[in-house]
C-alpha cells in the first residue's frame, strides 16, 4: 500500500490554458473524489467516482471543469481555460465503501495550481 | 445546508499544555462527526470519528465527543507536543454517499 500519489505536485499555468492532473488511488478502493481547497479554508468538495462511473459532479464549479475515471482505477481532473481563480490545492482521496457504510477517506498530499 | 464552524487559529501552546479545539456544524440530517489532522506538506488524515450522539472518538491521546444537544463536537488533549502542530479540521457528512463537509481548520502551533 502506497497511499494515495498525485502528479504533478505542483503547476504553474498561464492564464487560459488547459491543465490536467492525475490521482492514483489505493489500488483497491472504489470510490475517488476530488476536492479543492483554498488558502485559510477546508478542502471543498467537487466530485466523486464509485469505480468508472461518476456519482456526483453537480458540484465542479463550472463547465470548464471534468474529471473522469475511465477504468474505475486512476483518475484526471481537467480544468479547460484557466482562470486566476483557479489557483489553489486541488486533493484527491480515496475510499473503500462497501453499500451503506462510512469509510475512512485516504488523501493524497495534493497538486498546488498557480495560475499566472 | 451543512456547515461547519471551528474556532479561528493559530491556536498557540506551549508543551504540555491542555489543548481544545471548537467545532459546532449545523446539519439537515443526522450526521457522522469527523476531525482530520494535516501536517505541514503532508495530506489530511482522519484523526478520529464518531457516528452518533455521545459517542467519544479517540485517537493519539486526541478525544472529542459528539453533543448533539449543543451540536458540537469539540476535539481535546490532555498534554500537546511539539509534534501535534498541525492544521486541525473539523468534518461532518450526512447521507450514504460520504460526502464530507469541513470547517476552515484550525493551525495548532506548539512551542518546546
Known amino acids: 500500500d502506497t497511499g494515495v500519489s498525485q502528479d504533478p505536485r505542483h503547476k504553474i499555468t498561464k492564464r487560459g490554458q488547459n491543465v490536467t492532473f492525475r490521482c492514483d488511488p489505493i489500488?483497491?478502493?472504489?470510490?475517488l473524489y476530488w476536492y479543492r481547497q483554498t488558502l485559510g479554508q477546508g478542502p471543498e468538495f467537487l466530485t466523486y467516482f464509485q469505480n468508472e462511473a461518476q456519482l456526483e459532479k453537480s458540484r465542479l464549479l463550472s463547465d470548464r471543469f471534468s474529471a473522469e475515471r475511465p477504468k474505475g482505477s486512476f483518475s484526471t481532473l481537467e480544468i479547460q481555460r484557466t482562470e486566476q481563480g483557479d489557483s489553489a490545492m486541488y486533493l484527491c482521496?480515496?475510499?473503500?465503501?462497501?453499500?451503506?457504510?462510512?469509510?475512512?477517506?485516504?488523501f493524497g498530499p495534493g497538486t498546488r495550481l498557480t495560475v499566472t | 445546508g451543512d456547515s461547519v464552524t471551528q474556532m479561528e487559529g493559530p491556536v498557540t501552546l506551549s508543551e504540555e499544555a491542555f489543548l481544545t479545539i471548537n467545532c459546532t456544524y449545523t446539519a439537515t440530517g443526522y450526521p457522522s462527526l469527523f476531525w482530520y489532522v494535516q501536517y505541514p506538506g503532508e495530506g489530511l488524515q482522519l484523526l478520529l470519528k464518531a457516528t452518533k450522539a455521545d459517542d467519544k472518538g479517540s485517537n493519539k491521546g486526541f478525544e472529542a465527543t459528539y453533543r448533539k444537544e449543543t451540536t458540537s463536537f469539540h476535539l481535546e488533549k490532555g498534554s500537546v507536543q511539539v509534534s501535534d502542530s498541525a492544521v486541525y479540521f473539523c468534518?461532518?457528512?450526512?447521507?450514504?454517499?460520504?460526502?464530507?463537509?469541513f470547517g476552515r481548520g484550525t493551525s495548532l502551533i506548539v512551542h518546546p
Open positions: 482521496a480515496s475510499s473503500l465503501n462497501p453499500s451503506g457504510a462510512i469509510y475512512e477517506q485516504y
Open positions: 489500488s483497491e478502493h472504489n470510490r
Open positions: 468534518a461532518l457528512s450526512t447521507g450514504g454517499s460520504y460526502i464530507p463537509t
